[in-house]
């Protein structure tokens, strides 16, 4: 007999439907097609767009650079009007001092400043670089006064040497020229006497005199870097502050040998002295000085660079110029002119 068995056939409640069996859902994704708004611009209206874009930006920047333009414009108008074009700042008084010998008209000319410029306007670097580079000045301090005053403090060089220059002519040669020295080692030229207000204290010709230095071509109000001159004005800077300046002259020094300078004074003596310790060697001379003077002597040759032992020779005090004691040289008088 045949045994029949019935398997038990899944099946769903929901009857299918028309879309069950007509519509299936692709499996790659990439493969369906999704509507998707396209907008396309022409060529020329894109072109329209970026040359609307690029006139607003060249206007604005148009603009700000006008409106900082006129408004620079205004601002110089406004401060020339009420500030640098104004009368009532005008310079009247120039209030104009100096600790030297150059008379004061001359100075302002040097200056390059006349009364009724304006204060304000005034460029007080250019008045102050006007006076010293002239040789003859060493600092200047300018500033405004307001509403009518210019202040002006002038300190002249005080030469306290001079030196002979080597200068090159144009058509072949040297000649040699005179200037004068001061303490800084800045070339002065002489000063002409029709620019002093009053004579100096101590004329040029009194000035001692640096040999044994070469100095080819140097100009003036240069600075001279030469250690045989730096050495003979650091000398001399001791011995004015020494008491033994009031009671010597010196006319000549001489740098030629190395490590040494030999001093030559208006009696004919002459002092060796070592380029160091000045203000020591300065005091021996005095205590030697003092007594060749209880002696009636007179120094003739003296070198103080060797510390023991000094070797020196006397001369009579009557074969000798006599000692005449100098005045002592008295500070500068400030000049004024307001």
Partial sequence: MLDVHFLPVPFSLTPPTRAMFFHRKPQNRRLAREYVLDVKLRSSQVRAVRMRRASIAGGVLFALVAGTFLLWQASHWVLDQFLYANPAFATRQIDLQTDGFIALDQLKAWAGVKPGDNLLALDLARVKHNLESVPFIQTVSVERVLPHTLRIRVSEREPIAQINVLRTRSGGGTEQLVFNLDAQAALIPPLDPKLCAQAPQQPAEQLPVIVGAKVLDARPGQHLQV??????????SSFDRSSMAALIDLRKIDAAAPGVLTVTTSQGSEITFATSAFDQQIRRWQMVQENCQSRSKAIGTLDLAVSKNVPMTWLEASLV??????????????KKHV
């Fill in 227 to 236: 250690p045989q001159i730096r050495d003979a004005l650091d000398f001399l």
């Fill in 321 to 334: 110029p006599p000692i005449t004691p100098k005045t002592p040289k008295a500070l500068r008088a400030k």
